[in-house]
Structure formats: C-alpha cells, structure tokens
T-cell receptor, first 112, second 110 residues
Framework: AQSVAQPEDQVNVAEGNPLTVKCTYS??????LFWYVQYPNRGLQFLLK??????LVKGSYGFEAEFNKSQTSFHLKKPSALVSDSALYFC??????????FGAGTTVTVRA | DGGITQSPKYLFRKEGQNVTLSCEQN?????MYWYRQDPGQGLRLIYY???????QKGDIAEGYSVSREKKESFPLTVTSAQKNPTAFYLC?????????FGSGTRLTVV
C-alpha cells in the first residue's frame, strides 16, 4: 500500500489566488513529512518539513503546510500564487531505515 | 544542487549495454540513495546505503547494482537485465532530518 497519496495530478490556479496541493499519508506513529518542488530536468528542492510541534509549518518561497493528524493530511498552501510557482510538487514521508516514500506528484500551473 | 554532483546529465544506452551513473557528494553525509523517476509515478527507491561498504535493495532493485567503497561516492550501474531503463535518475543524501538531491541523470535507451 502506498504510504503517501496526492489525489490530484494537476492543479490550475490564477496568479494571485490561493494555492493548495493535497497530500495524505498512511504510516503509523508520528510521521516525518516533507514537501519538495521540481522544475523541469532538475533535482528536487526542499520546501518544508513536519517533524513535531506546531501543526502549521512555514517553508521556502512563501509556502506553508498544515499537518492534520485526525485526517492524516499534510496539505501544501500558498496564500497568493505566482506564475513562477508552476512546477511539479511532491509530498514524501520518511519510512523506517530513513527511506523517503513519495507521492506520485502534482503538477501546478499558475496562469497569468 | 547542494553539494551533490551527478554525471552525466544525459546518457544514452544501447540495447544490452551496461552503463554507470555517477553520484559524488561533498556534504560528509553517511546515507545515500538512488531513486528512479517516471512520469506519473513519483520517485521509486532503487538502492540505498547508510554506511561505507554496505547497501540495501530498495523497491525496484532488479536490473541495477551499486557500490559504496567511499563515503563520497555511490555509483549506480544499470545492467542489461533492466528491461525498461529509460527514466530520470536522482541521487540523494541524508543527514539528521534533511535530504539533499542531485540534479539528476536522464537515461535514454537508443
């Protein structure tokens, strides 16, 4: 069974509008959760992580994510999207042996 | 990308040929990982190593081999047994809670 699910293949928003990219997880215990962004033909860039503490995590480039234990979710959010936010976004969870399991990815397109 | 060098950036393989992808890091991280990326499938773990001279299979190790003779280096060989090697390959390191990725190698079978 997949440990991380990203239910949307694509998200389209207008510039200036709020952006949400959804992620749910299914590991037991206290999860270590991550969001990464990927631009074409590039490696993954770290956005933010949740280890413990506040459920609202702030990260790079104005992104934040909300950890919700009861809904087993870790949605990525940005209050006002930019055209330059258009990219592929991955949610990931750390498994045992410190391995990362990734969701299938969500392509975000922000139109001007 | 953050102290990890993957080479080459693009690689072409003929049918039945073995090829080796390089991953070098100067971050002094113990753990290193190889992932394969295919469109719509996210990243899948091929092999990982938590210490020199030791490595473990990931979810899709068949047709691949690795070595970890030095802390800085974790090369991946795509053998002729890998029937569908065309993909984007990413190397990563881990320390504490953080993971760092290289810029990737795109392998194409010709």
């Amino acid at each position: 069974a997949q440990s991380v699910a990203q239910p949307e293949d694509q998200v389209n928003v207008a510039e200036g509008n709020p952006l949400t990219v959804k992620c749910t997880y299914s590991v037991s215990g206290n999860p270590y959760l991550f969001w990464y962004v990927q631009y074409p033909n590039r490696g993954l860039q770290f956005l933010l992580k949740y280890i413990t503490g506040d459920n609202l995590v702030k990260g790079s480039y104005g992104f934040e994510a909300e950890f919700n234990k009861s809904q087993t979710s870790f949605h990525l959010k940005k209050p006002s999207a930019l055209v330059s936010d258009s990219a592929l976004y991955f949610c990931a969870v750390r498994e045992r042996d410190y391995k990362l399991s990734f969701g299938a990815g969500t392509t975000v397109t922000v139109r001007a | 990308d953050g102290g990890i060098t993957q080479s080459p950036k693009y690689l072409f393989r003929k049918e039945g040929q073995n090829v080796t992808l390089s991953c070098e890091q100067n971050l002094n991280h113990d753990a290193m990982y190889w992932y394969r990326q295919d469109p719509g499938q996210g990243l899948r773990l091929i092999y990982y190593s938590q210490i020199v001279n030791d490595f473990q299979k990931g979810d899709i190790a068949e047709g691949y081999s690795v070595s970890r003779e030095k802390k800085e280096s974790f090369p991946l060989t795509v053998t002729s047994a890998q029937k569908n090697p065309t993909a984007f390959y990413l190397c990563a390191t881990m320390t504490g809670d953080g993971y760092t990725f290289g810029s990737g190698t795109r392998l194409t079978v010709v």
